[in-house]
C-alpha cells in the first residue's frame, strides 16, 4: 500500500507540475525577472516564464503534493541556502530574461519511443543557459543528489550564473536519481547529454569538443566515472567525446558503507555492480582528462562517509597517474555550497575554468607541434 500510495503521489505531482507550464506556453504570457534571495517559492514558481521555461524548481520526491503547501511560503534562501541563494536568484532572473526573448530553456534528452520504452527517461533533460561567447567552449553542470532529493536550482542555477558571468555556456542536467536510477541511469543521462549538446552544437552556438564537465558531491562521482576510459562505465562506453576538464567541488569518491543502503533504494535488483559501488579513485589513469577538485575541512556529508575515502584518495590516484590537475582543501567550505559565496571557496569557479582553458591551449600546442 505504501508503494502505491508513493506512486500515486508522484503521478499526481508530475500532473500539477506540467499543468502550469502548458498554460503559459500556450497563453505566451511572460514574467518579469524580480526575483530576490527572500521571494517566497510560491511566487517563483507561479512566475509565468518560470513556467513556460520548464525549469524544475522542486526536489523530487521531497516536494510531494502534501508538502508543497508547507513550502509555498518558504523563501528561495531558505529553499537553497545562503550560500547559493544570491547566485541563484540572478541565474533565474537571467533565465527568465532569455525566456522572454524567445530562447527555449529546457531541452529533453530522450526521443518518445526512447521515453515509451523507458518511462524514467521522462525527467532526463537540460537547462540551457546561453553565454556571451558565441562559438565557445561549453560545460555541462551536474548537481549532487541525495536518493531522493536532487539539486537543479541549490548548485545547477547558481553555478550557471556564474558561468555566466564568465561568459561561459552552460546546461544543467536533471539525471534520473532515487529508484529512477537503476541500471546505470544517471551515466546514461550524462552521456545522452553531452551526446545532445554536441550533435545540435550550431544550434547552441558551442564548440563541440573539450567541453568540461562541472560536477557537485555524488554527481561528481557520476562525473568521474563518465570521465574514465572504462569501457562499461566511461564516455567510450557510450560513444561519445572526452571531456576537455572535470571541475569538482566536494566529490564523492567512495559511497564507502552507504554502498548497500544505496543498493536496496536504487536498484534492489540489480544483477551486478552499478555506478555506486564503484571508486572514482579506481577508473583514474593516465588517459584521464585535467581535473580541478576541493572539499572543505568542516564538510559534514563527506565526514559520514569517512573522509578519508575521498577527496584526498582522487588526489593519490592523480598524482599516481600524471593527470594535470589542482586540489584545494579548505578551511572553511561546507558542502551544499555550490560557487561557495561566502566561504573560503568562493571564487573557485573562475580559477578552475581558467585551469581548463589553459590546459585546453596547452593540448591544442601540443596537437599543432
Request: with cysteine; glycine share 8%; net charge negative.
Amino acid at each position: 500500500m505504501k508503494l502505491k500510495r508513493v506512486l500515486a503521489s508522484a503521478l499526481l505531482l508530475a500532473t500539477l507540475l506540467t499543468l502550469p507550464a502548458r498554460a503559459a506556453q500556450a497563453s505566451g504570457a511572460k514574467g518579469e525577472a524580480n526575483i530576490t534571495p527572500d521571494t517566497p517559492m510560491a511566487k517563483i514558481r507561479s512566475n509565468p516564464s518560470v513556467m513556460g521555461a520548464g525549469l524544475y524548481t522542486y526536489n523530487q520526491e521531497q516536494d510531494t503534493p502534501r508538502d508543497i503547501r508547507k513550502w509555498k511560503d518558504t523563501t528561495l534562501r531558505e529553499y537553497v541556502n545562503d550560500c547559493t541563494a544570491e547566485d541563484c536568484a540572478k541565474g533565474l532572473n537571467r533565465m527568465i530574461e532569455n525566456y522572454n526573448s524567445g530562447i527555449q530553456i529546457t531541452y529533453k534528452l530522450y526521443t518518445d519511443e526512447e521515453i515509451a520504452a523507458v518511462p524514467t527517461r521522462q525527467k532526463a533533460e537540460i537547462y540551457y543557459f546561453p553565454g556571451s561567447d558565441p562559438g565557445g567552449k561549453f560545460v555541462l553542470v551536474i548537481g549532487g543528489n541525495a536518493i531522493h532529493t536532487s539539486a537543479e536550482m541549490r548548485e545547477g542555477v547558481s553555478t550557471a550564473e556564474w558561468l555566466n558571468e564568465l561568459g561561459y555556456t552552460c546546461f544543467v542536467l536533471r539525471y534520473r536519481i532515487g529508484d529512477q536510477a537503476a541500471d546505470n541511469a544517471p551515466l546514461e543521462d550524462v552521456s545522452r547529454a553531452v551526446r545532445y549538446i554536441t550533435e545540435h552544437a550550431e544550434q547552441f552556438h558551442v564548440q563541440p569538443e573539450d567541453y568540461a564537465v562541472l560536477a557537485y558531491s555524488s554527481g561528481g562521482q557520476i562525473a568521474g566515472l563518465f570521465a574514465s576510459d572504462s569501457d562499461t562505465l566511461g564516455y567510450k562506453a557510450y560513444g561519445v567525446s572526452k571531456p576537455g576538464a572535470l571541475l569538482l567541488g566536494y566529490p564523492v569518491n567512495n559511497f564507502f558503507e552507504l554502498k548497500p543502503v544505496w543498493g536496496l533504494l536504487i536498484d534492489p535488483y540489480a544483477d551486478g555492480p552499478r555506478y555506486f559501488d564503484y571508486n572514482v579513485s579506481d577508473y583514474i589513469t593516465p588517459d584521464y582528462p585535467p581535473v580541478y577538485h576541493w572539499y572543505g575541512k568542516n564538510d559534514v556529508t563527506l565526514a559520514k562517509m569517512y573522509t578519508p575515502a575521498q577527496g584526498r584518495v582522487i588526489e593519490k590516484a592523480l598524482v599516481k597517474n600524471g593527470v594535470p590537475h589542482i586540489f584545494h582543501h579548505y578551511h572553511n567550505a561546507p558542502h551544499k555550497i555550490g560557487p561557495g559565496r561566502g566561504t573560503d571557496a568562493e571564487g573557485w569557479i573562475t580559477e578552475a575554468v581558467a585551469f581548463w582553458e589553459s590546459q585546453t591551449a596547452a593540448k591544442a600546442a601540443d596537437t599543432a607541434a
